[in-house]
């Protein structure tokens, strides 16, 4: 069924038809009715796709990455699309526009998008105010960052107020210092800076009554070296695990026409293209790790094989993005199918 209306929708600005899919969900779930034949259509319940990653149940392991629902408008209703989880954001304390228009662009031949999007959202408080009247039992992910006008030097003090004011209403984090479109926020991810936010997050992780997992996600750009480095930060901070990978700034081995990726502009590129590094990073990650921790598997999954890539290199749990938006929501079922058949 998507597959013949995609064709229509993809005559229209990506960003457009993003929102204007996110209202039409939106209305049509408020039939009666709706959202069960949602989940008879798409979720395939099964008690050997649980999977109990650092401290959670989740139901299956396909999740929804960030940047889907930024602004937490959807996730009840995405998650009747069979996900197992669902994570929002990215957040930053106060709202922001993110970059000019246009900002997000499809890469037909190459089953991929870049954006720039620029970590526009509306704001912590109005995150908040969604998940506050959450009503299924959906395990939510929190993806926080920091607002592009907040030096580095105290970017620290905006994670940690998104920290504090989702901690009652999601799940699991996840530490965003990877996305290529705020300036100066990948320099986050040089060792001293992370080791410092990872700290102090824990620090206050380790206040609450209940501490909640804690992930890293990074880029895929990073050198083995640099990955290195991650995992002893890892070690070092104790956080829970990764999340492998964000977009990438590369443009090797396109399809698509150099001039029209010129005509472009910058941005991080998503989709079929990144599954290949994601996939090597994962896998040295796990490998060179010993598997000491958990990885979340994200970048290029468009397919059931794409998934098992993912789990065979050492993913625990996996996430979708572009391939959702290519392949629709049939995408999650056969997935979860595939690994039942294993």
Known sequence: MYKLIRPILFLFNPEFIHHFTFRTIKLVALIPGKLWLWRQLYKVTDTRLSREVFGLQFQNPVGLAAGFDKDAKLFDELGAFGFGFVEIGTVTPLPQDGNPKPRLFRLKDDNALINRMGFNNQGIEAVVARLRRKKSNIIIGGNIGKNKITPNEKAVNDYEICFEKLFPFVDYFVVNVSSP??????????????????????????????????????????????????IQIVSATKIDGVVATNTTISRNELKTPQNQLDNLGNGGLSGKPVKDRSTAIIKYLSEKSNKAFPIIGVGGIHSAEDALEKLAAGATLLQLYTGFIYEGPSIVKRINKEILSQ
């Open 181 to 230: 479109n705020t300036p100066g926020l990948r320099d986050l991810q040089e060792k001293e800076p992370l080791t410092a936010l990872l700290n102090r997050l824990q620090a206050l992780n380790n206040t609450k009554a209940n501490r909640k997992p804690i992930l890293l996600k990074i880029a895929p750009d990073l050198a083995n070296e640099q990955l290195d480095d991650i």
